[in-house]
T-cell receptor, first 114, second 116 residues
Framework: GAVVSQHPSRVICKSGTSVKIECRSLDFQATTMFWYRQFPKQSLMLMATSNEGSKATYEQGVEKDKFLINHASLTLSTLTVTSAHPEDSSFYIC??????????FGPGTRLTVT | AQSVTQPDIHITVSEGASLELRCNYSYGATPYLFWYVQSPGQGLQLLLKYFSGDTLVQGIKGFEAEFKRSQSSFNLRKPSVHWSDAAEYFCAVGATLPNSGYALNFGKGTSLLVTP
């Protein structure tokens, strides 16, 4: 089946710094990828949709200047959390669309901002 | 908008017992429905999906789900639970969102605990 990877799996950064998370489709091309945020014991919240070669579309309430998304190739999307603060600490999950509503999910990235 | 509700936040079952996790959807037409499982600190794994056709869907790991239009439900079942099934289970529905287009709306999840 389709495999989606994320790197890093865990990252700790200091407040005020930026951190980049990579999402790769390993054995298929993904025109569309999604970025989710998940708080402990809660469901996934869609942050944005990443389309190869165009600007990402953000869900309401998500700061596009804080969460920069780039989808420069058909196998790679990146999420950069800029000027991170402790409240940005969370579990970030990406997925890649393989059909209209079907998505394969990455293993997630645990971000801790100190 | 298309949405799903998972009424049970936590469920505890004994190993070897049967399991049913509830999911209700809100959508006028035939929805695209999914069940995912998430182990702690991991991403989501697709268990099964329903688009059309046979309303009883077989998935991986011995799970099945039944689409019941009259009850707007898509409950997940397993006849005999194993300790390794302890995880978080999410029901999801295909949705058309204003910003993101074709996407998934997730329920709040059901946490399954399996006791010896």
């Amino acid at each position: 089946g389709a495999v989606v990877s994320q790197h890093p799996s865990r990252v700790i950064c200091k407040s005020g710094t930026s951190v980049k998370i990579e999402c790769r489709s390993l054995d298929f091309q993904a025109t569309t990828m999604f970025w989710y945020r998940q708080f402990p014991k809660q469901s996934l919240m869609l942050m944005a949709t990443s389309n190869e070669g165009s600007k990402a579309t953000y869900e309401q309430g998500v700061e596009k200047d804080k969460f920069l998304i780039n989808h420069a190739s058909l196998t790679l999307s990146t999420l950069t959390v800029t000027s991170a603060h402790p409240e940005d600490s969370s579990f970030y999950i990406c997925s890649a669309r393989v059909a209209t509503y079907e998505q394969y999910f990455g293993p997630g990235t645990r971000l801790t901002v100190t | 908008a298309q949405s799903v509700t998972q009424p049970d936040i936590h469920i505890t079952v004994s190993e070897g017992a049967s399991l049913e996790l509830r999911c209700n959807y809100s959508y006028g037409a035939t929805p695209y429905l999914f069940w995912y499982v998430q182990s702690p600190g991991q991403g989501l794994q697709l268990l099964l999906k329903y688009f059309s056709g046979d309303t009883l869907v077989q998935g991986i790991k011995g799970f099945e789900a039944e689409f019941k239009r009259s009850q707007s439900s898509f409950n997940l079942r397993k006849p005999s639970v194993h300790w390794s099934d302890a995880a978080e289970y999410f029901c999801a529905v295909g949705a058309t969102l204003p910003n993101s287009g074709y996407a998934l709306n997730f329920g709040k999840g059901t946490s399954l605990l399996v006791t010896p």
